[in-house]
């Protein structure tokens, strides 16, 4: 499989915005998992090769998910970033249909990323 790469982290101040990038061949379900220092995992957003898609209550209304298949690349826009979304962020993807129910859940991803940082403060 081609290997997934991120791109688009770094510091921003509290209310501001960021695009993160994954390069990527054709999956069935991608999306962005982020990881603070010192705790679990979190299922932020994904799309599913149909268009559905699923965020976490967290960023609702502020991440936006999209994906151009002309150019293999997922995006993840993120608007009115607080200090909290301050984490490493991954993209992650899976080649087997997935229930939307399992979108946001970090364990039923196969191939990942190797991370960017996003940065926000106060």
């Known amino acids: 499989q081609v290997p997934l790469v991120e791109s688009g982290g770094g510091s921003v101040q509290s209310g501001g915005s960021l695009r993160l990038s994954c390069a990527a061949s054709?999956?069935?379900?991608m999306g962005w998992v982020r990881q603070a220092s010192g705790t679990e995992r979190e299922g932020v957003a994904a799309i599913r090769s149909d268009g559905t898609t699923r965020y976490a209550d967290s960023v609702k209304g502020r991440f936006t998910i999209s994906q151009d298949n002309a150019k293999n690349t997922l995006y993840l826009q993120m608007d009115s970033l607080k200090p909290e979304d301050t984490a490493m962020y991954y993209c992650?993807?899976?080649?087997?249909?997935?229930?939307?129910?399992?979108?946001?859940?970090?364990?039923?991803?196969?191939?990942w990323g190797q991370g960017t940082q996003v940065t926000v403060s106060s």
């Open positions: 992650a993807a899976k080649y087997a249909w997935t229930p939307a129910g399992f979108f946001l859940e970090p364990e039923k991803y196969n191939y």
């Open positions: 054709r999956y069935t379900l």
